[in-house]
């Protein structure tokens, strides 16, 4: 069975400090990995996903993420935080044999100015 | 706008009673999917459709439960006989088909039962 882990309820970091958000998935075949961001009173928005090739992967808003075979995790990461990144964040995973995602619970992300 | 919309925002109702929410995705997408949101949790999987065929359902989905995609193009998700743990924000997604395809998502419809 697939699943997600994101292991931090919460985040805090400075602005201007780099960000990482932590997640690990479980699927028995090789996966999609997929990071989306739910701001207050809105929908999940998409960031970015990897489906093969350069484990470094780039997304929206200057977000990147790191697929690691090894240690099956997706870390989400960002260089320099600002404070309009602080929101939520889910980590999801997809087997490619599979048509649904499963998502992590989440992590919440603070900017601290 | 050409993104996932979802009717009501919000649906307050007494327990025992039927609601239904609707959902009108990309207009070029042919994966619908519903998803329950509860506080502390991520989304969680319930239905999912291709074109006007409903091809899997989750067990989370009781009986009480129902979708529908008449037309290939919008759905409606009811729920018959309300419970208090039907509370929920409920999420629609489009997508293209096949899993390399990011899922876009409406802003939710959030049902509170009293």
């Known amino acids: 069975a697939q699943s997600v882990a994101q292991p931090e309820d919460q985040v805090k970091v400075a602005e201007g400090n780099p960000l990482t958000v932590k997640c690990t998935y479980s699927?028995?075949?090789?996966?999609?990995l997929f990071w989306y961001v739910q701001y207050p009173n809105r929908g999940l928005q998409f960031l970015l996903k990897y489906i093969t090739g350069d484990n470094l992967v780039k997304g929206s808003y200057g977000f990147e993420a790191e697929f690691n075979k090894s240690q099956t995790s997706f870390h989400l990461k960002k260089p320099s935080a600002l404070v309009s990144d602080s929101a939520l964040y889910f980590c999801a995973v997809r087997d490619r044999g599979d048509d649904k995602i499963i998502f992590g619970k989440g992590t919440r992300l603070h900017i601290l100015p | 706008d050409t993104g996932v919309s979802q009717n009501p925002r919000h649906k307050i109702t007494k327990r025992g009673q039927n609601v239904t929410f609707r959902c009108d995705p990309i207009?070029?997408?042919?994966?619908l999917y519903w998803y329950r949101q509860t506080l502390g949790q991520g989304p969680e999987f319930l239905t999912y459709?291709?074109?006007?065929?409903?091809?899997?359902k989750s067990r989370l989905l009781s009986d009480r439960f129902s979708a529908e995609r008449p037309k290939g193009s919008f759905s409606t998700l009811e729920i018959q006989r309300t419970e208090q743990g039907d509370s929920a924000m409920y999420l629609c997604a489009s997508s293209y088909p096949g899993p390399s395809y990011e899922q876009y998502f409406g802003p939710g419809t959030r049902l509170t039962v009293t």
């Open positions: 207009s070029e997408h042919n994966r």
């Open positions: 699927v028995s075949g090789n996966p999609y």
């Open positions: 459709f291709q074109n006007e065929a409903q091809l899997e």
